[in-house]
């Protein structure tokens, strides 16, 4: 739709009163549109107009054959090779080759149909409005020839010279929130356009069309909808914003009462006045909900008519449409407009049809979301809260989910202390991402813990645990990377079934990989027994072990990929863990695009002589124990003052006192300190099981923000004292971990 249409849907809905330009402006894209079709026996043609920053196009009309026309692309990105972005950007005539490959031609991946594409720019002395575009079908051959090329291109033109004068007038030439949609058949009649009481040429079908284009969208946006969010995002840009609406409000019911589980453009008053409001209060929301009937309100004085003390929300129209799912009635959408906006037969039958998309969709998310949560709950349980240590050695884990709709995986970390000044350490990954994934997982932690804690070497641990796997009741194979370093000389023996080998950084800066026999995944039955590495770690070596979603989006080169980040890191900045773990997951594609979890293990090989400035010390505190925050500063100022560094201690008990109470408090767990002395620095580490990371709180704040940052407001404290500060998620819990120069 042109900026006209869009500007006159925002200031007066889907209808209102068309200016004598907006026919001209619209009427000249729908007759270059019939024109090419046509003339060029195409099955659809589409005027793309340059949006408001310049860099993307998006649909003003669609004319063709149903139902091709319902699977254009709205939105031309920069990102991706389209030929109408071509040919806007060249001032030229693009082809695209005929193809039904999505990985050849992006629009593979939404036209159902073998297709070839040409498009000519709309392009006239210092005008670049956008893009004529023809879609071929296979039944008529697909290249154009020189003559037809050529006669796009002075369609296109006649265009542009057609938009240039109402341009210049200060009509924005832009595409609006919907486009136009109407019927073009090749080699059809050619009706003259005229004016309509929508304000758009009275093509015969158009209005429906348009309406049926949203509904057809929304379905397939709400098919691929996975969570709350995806619903609530698809009915924004397929109900709110076409509509010309303002706000929208996704309410369901439950207990007797009805909860706000997404909105857009509603004021806080009116989200907080619905969240938690009585399903029987004699609201629009409920009684629309309780009748089971959709409610619509053309202006303030129809809501006040029927609803006295309804509060002014800011918004003159409403409507109120329930949501239905599987026979039952669970919800209410509402949706508001800024203006008087007059409900016709046709709108109010094209937004229920919507209403009822929406409730089966919003049940499906909310059920996934729960799955969901319960295998990431299972998930984070079968992960250790805290990492076995000895003295020489420092670790630090990271656990980074897959996005959530890739679900959860079966990635996995520990770190096991043996007899003998031993400790074992491991990283595996069991395939998939489900419920069974974890369940798999957890089982293999355990039989492993078993295996190593009996005393066998790495190599038969793998051997029993795959052993283990392959009689369980599962197709899954896993991955598993087992080390065992002996602490006091330094000799490491390494086992690996199918998983990426451990990389170790040595004093001086040079990485490389402890490559032993690869083995098998576990579960896989083989004759070939697997078979131990064995080397030794000078004192100050790196350890890495890892999950392959560190290559991100590099997974056929994990190796190399985690090598060249180890390499590329400062030695020095190695010695902190916790900041050098971030460095190496600040590289991992973001939450949303990422495929695979990520798990890293990151040890420091200290050496068996910890010496004068080596020294460690330990507490714990028990879950909910708040006599623990006086222990816990007892704990510092007598580890500091055997150490000589009295100096320390009133800075370092109030901030261990804020830490400590945060942990307790908001983590609900156990708490781990440890006090760690450095040549010039102490550090302390507060390790809980809250994934949570706490963010420092400023004195002064709005009363939203209040209740979810009252517990950040002592990390002010530990931000003001502590040279460095930060918070380390683990996949289980978190560490809090500041440092004071000595």
């Known amino acids: 739709m042109s900026g006209v249409a869009g500007r006159k849907a925002q200031d007066d809905g889907l209808r209102g009163t068309a200016t004598a330009e907006e026919p001209g402006l619209e009427t000249s894209m729908i007759a270059a549109v019939r024109e090419a079709v046509e003339e060029l026996d195409a099955v659809t043609g589409i005027v793309y107009l340059v949006e408001d920053d310049g860099k993307a196009l998006s649909a003003a009309v669609i004319g063709g054959s149903p139902p091709s026309i319902f699977t254009m692309p709205e939105r031309l990105t920069p990102d991706v090779p389209y030929a109408s972005l071509a040919a806007w950007r060249t001032g030229t005539v693009v082809v695209g080759e005929p193809t039904v490959r999505p990985e050849d031609e992006p629009l593979a991946g939404l036209v159902p149909f073998p297709f070839s594409v040409a498009s000519a720019p709309v392009v006239t002395g210092g005008h670049r409005f956008g893009a004529l575009t023809l879609i071929r079908s296979p039944s008529v051959e697909f290249a154009l020839d020189e003559d037809q090329l050529e006669r796009l291109r002075e369609i296109g033109t006649r265009l542009a010279l057609g938009l240039a004068p109402l341009a210049e007038r200060g009509i924005p030439i832009a595409p609006g929130p919907k486009p136009l949609l109407f019927p073009v058949f090749a080699g059809g009649p050619r009706p003259p356009p005229r004016s309509s009481a929508w304000g758009w040429p009275d093509v015969p079908g158009s209005a429906g069309l348009t309406f049926m284009y949203q509904v057809h969208k929304l379905t397939a946006a709400l098919n691929e909808a996975m969570d709350t969010d995806d619903v609530v995002m698809a009915?924004?840009?397929?109900?709110?914003?076409?509509?010309?609406?303002?706000?929208?409000?996704?309410?369901?019911?439950?207990?007797?009462?009805?909860?706000?589980?997404?909105?857009?453009?509603?004021?806080?008053?009116?989200?907080?006045?619905?969240?938690?409001?009585?399903?029987?209060?004699?609201?629009?929301?409920?009684?629309?909900?309780?009748?089971?009937?959709?409610?619509?309100?053309?202006?303030?004085?129809?809501?006040l008519a029927a609803y006295p003390d309804a509060p002014d929300d800011g918004r003159q129209a409403w409507a109120f449409l329930p949501l239905r799912a599987g026979g039952r009635w669970l919800g209410v959408c509402c949706v508001g407009f800024a203006e008087a906006h007059t409900f016709d037969a046709q709108e109010q039958a094209v937004m229920m049809m919507m209403a009822n998309l929406l409730g089966p969709a919003l049940e499906r998310a909310r059920l996934s979301e729960s799955e969901h949560k319960l295998a990431e709950s299972l998930q984070k349980r079968l992960l250790p809260s805290m990492l076995s240590e000895l003295p020489g050695l420092v670790t630090t884990a990271r656990y980074l989910p897959a996005r959530a709709k890739a679900g959860v995986g079966g990635d996995w970390y520990d770190t096991i202390a043996l007899p003998g000044g031993r400790i074992g350490l491991v990283v595996g990954d069991v395939e998939g991402h489900s419920i069974e994934s974890s369940i798999i997982m957890g089982q293999l932690r355990s039989?492993?813990?078993?295996?190593?804690?009996?005393?066998?070497?790495?190599?038969?641990?793998l051997t029993q645990t795959g052993e283990l796997l392959a009689k369980l009741d599962t197709e899954l194979l896993a991955t598993c990377c087992f080390v065992r370093l002996d602490v006091t000389d330094g000799v490491a023996e390494v086992a690996l079934a199918g998983h990426p080998a451990p990389l170790v950084r040595r004093p001086g800066g040079h990485v490389d990989a402890l490559e032993g026999a690869p083995g098998v995944p576990l579960g896989v039955h083989t004759a070939e027994p697997y078979r131990a590495f064995e080397t030794t770690l000078p004192p100050g070596s790196l350890l890495l072990l890892y999950t392959d979603g560190l290559a991100g989006s590099r997974p056929h080169d994990t190796a190399a990929s985690a090598q060249a980040l180890l390499a590329s890191d400062d030695e020095d900045a190695g010695h902190?863990?916790?900041?050098?773990?971030?460095?190496?997951?600040?590289t991992v594609s973001a939450p949303s695009d990422r495929r695979d979890d990520v798990v890293l293990l990151l040890v420091r090989y200290e050496g068996a002589r910890l010496g004068p400035h080596r020294r460690i010390n330990r507490m714990e505190i028990q879950r909910h124990d708040m006599q623990g925050v006086k222990t816990a500063r007892r704990f510092i100022r007598n580890s500091l003052r055997s150490w000589g560094l009295d100096a320390l201690a009133d800075d370092l008990e109030l901030i261990a006192s804020e830490v400590v109470t945060n942990a307790l408090i908001h983590a609900g767990s156990e708490v781990d300190l440890r006090l760690r002395e450095y040549p010039d620095h102490i550090r302390l580490?507060?390790?809980?099981?809250?994934?949570?990371?706490?963010?420092?709180?400023?004195?002064?704040?709005?009363?939203?923000?209040r209740p979810q940052a009252e517990h950040g407001r002592g990390l002010v404290i530990v931000e003001g004292l502590a040279s460095v500060w930060g918070s380390s998620p683990s996949g289980r819990g978190k560490t809090v971990w500041l440092e004071l120069p000595t």
């Not at 709110?240 to 008053?269: K, Q, Y």
């Not at 420092?696 to 923000?705: D, G, K, R, V």
């Open 447 to 461: 039989a492993l813990i078993a295996y190593a804690a009996e005393g066998h070497d790495p190599a038969a641990v």
């Open 235 to 303: 009915a924004q840009s397929r109900i709110m914003i076409p509509f010309g609406a303002e706000a929208l409000v996704l309410n369901t019911v439950n207990d007797g009462r009805l909860w706000v589980v997404g909105h857009s453009g509603a004021f806080p008053e009116t989200v907080r006045r619905l969240h938690g409001s009585s399903a029987e209060s004699g609201t629009p929301a409920a009684d629309a909900l309780y009748g089971h009937d959709p409610m619509f309100f053309r202006n303030r004085a129809d809501m």
């Open 576 to 586: 902190n863990l916790e900041a050098l773990a971030d460095r190496l997951l600040a």
């Open 685 to 705: 580490e507060v390790r809980d099981s809250d994934t949570t990371p706490p963010v420092p709180s400023s004195i002064s704040m709005s009363e939203e923000e």
